[in-house]
Nanobody
Framework: QVQLVESGGGLVQAGGSLRLSCAAS????????LGWFRQAPGKEREFVAA????????GYGDSVKGRFIMSRDGAKNMVYLQMNSLKPEDTAVYYC?????????????????WGQGTQVTVSS
């Protein structure tokens, strides 16, 4: 089974940056679709970014496009989310997620494995 453990969340001023990390207990990233999602209290879970199994298909939610960068390091079994130019509306619990290889998806329901989440708070 797959375990995902996020880290790197914290408090940051608007305009600042954070890098989230997700340690993945997977044999190979080539077997999985990988994603980042976020959820603020009282709001629906929102797509942030995803990388297809090949590593060549990569997409971002409209609200973070141009500011966030998702990457992966297969040698270290790590998934990253570099967040730049942070805004107060980016405040949320951020989750890394994965599913066995299937079509690229931005829908939370298409991901089976989830980390515990890490809190990101952006102050104004």
């Amino acid at each position: 089974q797959v375990q995902l453990v996020e880290s790197g969340g914290g408090l940051v001023q608007a305009g600042g940056s954070l890098r989230l990390s997700c340690a993945a207990s997977v044999r190979s990233f080539s077997d999985y679709l990988l994603g980042w999602f976020r959820q603020a209290p009282g709001k629906e879970r929102e797509f942030v970014a995803a990388i297809n199994w090949s590593g060549y298909t990569r997409g971002y939610g409209d609200s973070v496009k141009g500011r966030f960068i998702m990457s992966r390091d297969g040698a270290k079994n790590m998934v990253y989310l570099q967040m730049n130019s942070l805004k107060p509306e980016d405040t949320a619990v951020y989750y890394c997620a994965a599913d066995r290889v299937h079509a690229y998806s931005t829908e939370a329901n298409d991901y089976f494995y989830w980390g515990q989440g890490t809190q990101v708070t952006v102050s104004s």
